[in-house]
């Protein structure tokens, strides 16, 4: 079993950056696909980036790519998503989330184990 940490969100103003950080519980962090997703009020929860179990294949929804960098650190159990070129758009809860899965996936379905979740707030 995995337990997922997020930090790192806050409030920032368009154009500006965060970086999130979810710290993982256990001794197998290497073995699972990890992901960030992001939910906003009266939405879905949405895809936003993942990285493989080493951390060479990465994956990004459309609307993040060029701005989002996920990396993972596998000694410090950790995964980290930058953020940059915030927009007002960009304004949600952002959970991490595990995947035993081999390889990545962006279906929210496909992820055992969530964070409890850190609020991102880009003003405009």
């Known amino acids: 079993q995995v337990q997922l940490v997020e930090s790192g969100g806050g409030l920032v103003q368009a154009g500006g950056s965060l970086r999130l950080s979810c710290a993982a519980s256990?001794?197998?962090?290497?073995?699972?696909?990890m992901g960030w997703f992001h939910q906003a009020p009266g939405k879905e929860r949405e895809f936003v980036a993942a990285?493989?179990?080493?951390?060479?294949?990465?994956n990004y929804a459309d609307s993040v790519k060029d701005r989002f960098t996920i990396s993972r650190d596998n000694v410090k159990n950790t995964v980290y998503l930058q953020m940059n070129s915030l927009k007002p758009e960009d304004t949600a809860v952002y959970f991490c989330?595990?995947?035993?899965?081999?390889?990545?996936?962006?279906?929210?379905?496909?992820?055992?184990?969530w964070g409890q979740g850190t609020q991102v707030t880009v003003s405009s």
């Open positions: 989330a595990a995947s035993p899965r081999r390889a990545i996936t962006t279906a929210p379905k496909d992820y055992d184990y």
């Open positions: 990285t493989s179990r080493s951390g060479i294949v990465t």
């Open positions: 256990g001794r197998t962090f290497e073995s699972y696909v």
